[in-house]
């Protein structure tokens, strides 16, 4: 069998094995983003502001809005923005749904006759990017609906209005609107940085341990606004190109592709040395 044709079959065994768990967190996904978008809906309206202006733009810009960095100062109390780690949490499931760590007998045998150990973790990552890939494509679709039911204009412009309802002072917006595609990308290149780390995790840990370090990384990155923090890049309101001050867009992008590229050496070496017969009897 040509390697082409053994690629193909391992990313067609890893489909069949995380199918179910890529659907059930493709759902969960899009009924978060329903429900934070009623939200966000909800308290535009209670605060008085025209929700028929905005557009697709504004819609994923309120769903991505996560906070800016947290000041500290005596008696304020610091709330994590709930909707977005909610959302972000759901996508970093999808790597659970397959076997990296947990190496059975069934893993060993496709191990050995796929004859490379480079292949194997090759179409595990390839699988964790094909899954993020389709939960991304599910929320913007969720999005698009939600603005074509409420009438809005399809644009992906942000306007000034939707940044009233984030915790963004007025004094640090950028002249408005601003396209949200820039931001976009860069929050794809992010959820995918933080996809592999994890699978990567998953492989030298443990699953279970790899999705708390991700937890963790979200939260940190609620709190603390730095490029070293991939996760910044999944926030709007760290989004430099709208607000004045916010995280260096290049930099954290840089450095998103530079731990992308890591996780997937980091795995290679470690999958390439390790005792697979031994690790799979251990687990």
């Known amino acids: 069998m040509s390697g082409l044709k053994r690629f193909i079959r391992l990313n067609l065994i890893n489909f069949n094995q995380g199918c179910l768990t890529a659907v059930l967190v493709i759902l969960a996904g899009v009924c978060a983003v329903g429900v934070t978008l009623w939200f966000r809906s909800f308290e535009a309206m209670t605060l008085g502001i025209?929700?028929?202006d905005f557009s697709l733009g504004d819609n994923l810009a309120l769903l991505l809005m996560g906070r800016p960095q947290f000041e500290f100062r005596p008696g304020v109390l610091f709330i994590p923005p709930l909707d977005w780690l909610l959302l972000f949490m759901i996508c970093q499931f999808v790597p659970l749904g397959f076997s990296v760590c947990e190496l059975t007998s069934h893993d060993e045998q496709i191990l050995i006759r796929c004859q490379s150990r480079n292949m194997w973790w090759l179409s595990k990552c390839v699988w964790a990017m094909a899954s993020v890939t389709f939960f991304c494509i599910?929320?913007?679709l969720t999005s698009t609906i939600w603005t074509f039911f409420m009438g809005q204009s399809m644009e992906l412009i942000v306007h000034e209005e939707s940044m009233l309802l984030s915790?963004?002072?007025?004094d640090f917006y950028l002249s408005f609107p601003?396209?949200?595609l820039p931001f976009l990308a860069g929050c794809y290149a992010g959820v995918i940085a933080l996809q592999l780390i994890q699978a990567c995790l998953s492989l030298l840990l443990n699953p279970i341990v790899a999705y708390l370090t991700s937890a963790a990384m979200l939260m940190s990155a609620s709190y603390v606004q730095s490029p070293l923090l991939t996760a910044n890049l999944l926030s709007f309101s760290r989004y430099e190109g709208a607000v004045q001050g916010g995280v260096s867009f290049?930099?954290?992008?840089?450095i998103a592709l530079l731990f992308t590229a890591l996780s997937l050496v980091c795995g290679q070496v470690y999958i390439c040395r390790v005792d697979i017969m031994r690790k799979g009897r251990k687990q």
């Open 138 to 140: 599910a929320v913007l």
């Open 50 to 52: 025209d929700i028929d």
């Open 178 to 180: 601003v396209s949200i």
């Open 167 to 170: 915790e963004v002072s007025s």
């Open 250 to 254: 290049e930099i954290s992008l840089g």
